[in-house]
C-alpha cells in the first residue's frame, strides 16, 4: 500500500495512501502542502481540483494509520509557475466544506545532537 511511519511514544500513526510517482525533477518543480482537507478526501479528488491548473507531478495523501482516513493534509508536487497559479486560485476555496490551505512546503531542518 504505502509508506507508514508510527511516531514514537505518542501512539499517533500515519501513513501515506500512495507512493509518490517516479518523477523527473526540472528546474523549477515545487512541493505543495495542501490543508484542511476533509477527512473523506480522496487522491482522484485532490488530482481533478489541481489538475485545473496544470500538471499534478505527485500526490501524497496522508491518512491514518488506523482508521485509514484522511488525516487533512497531503503534498502535491507541480511545475513552478503551475504550483504558484494553484496556490493563488485554491488558498482559501472552499472544498468539502473546509477552507483549503495551500503553501509551498517548508523543508524541515534536521536537528542534530546538542553538543551531547
Known amino acids: 500500500m504505502g509508506f507508514f511511519y508510527c ?20 528546474n523549477d518543480v515545487k512541493k505543495l502542502f495542501v490543508g484542511n482537507l476533509p477527512s473523506d478526501t480522496t487522491e482522484s479528488a485532490v488530482q481533478d481540483l489541481f489538475s ?14 488506523f482508521t485509514g482516513k484522511c488525516r487533512g493534509f497531503c503534498f502535491i508536487e507541480m511545475e513552478g ?6 496556490m493563488a486560485g485554491l488558498d482559501g ?11 509551498f512546503e517548508d523543508p524541515r531542518v534536521t536537528r542534530g545532537r546538542k553538543g551531547r
Open 7 to 26: 511516531a514514537v511514544g505518542c501512539g499517533v500513526g500515519i501513513k501515506f495512501l500512495s507512493q509518490p510517482s517516479v518523477v523527473l525533477r526540472g
Open 52 to 65: 485545473e491548473f496544470g500538471t499534478v507531478r505527485s500526490i501524497n495523501l496522508v491518512a491514518d494509520m
Open 81 to 86: 509557475h503551475e504550483a504558484r497559479a494553484a
Open 93 to 103: 476555496k472552499s472544498f468539502g466544506g473546509n477552507s483549503l490551505r495551500v503553501r
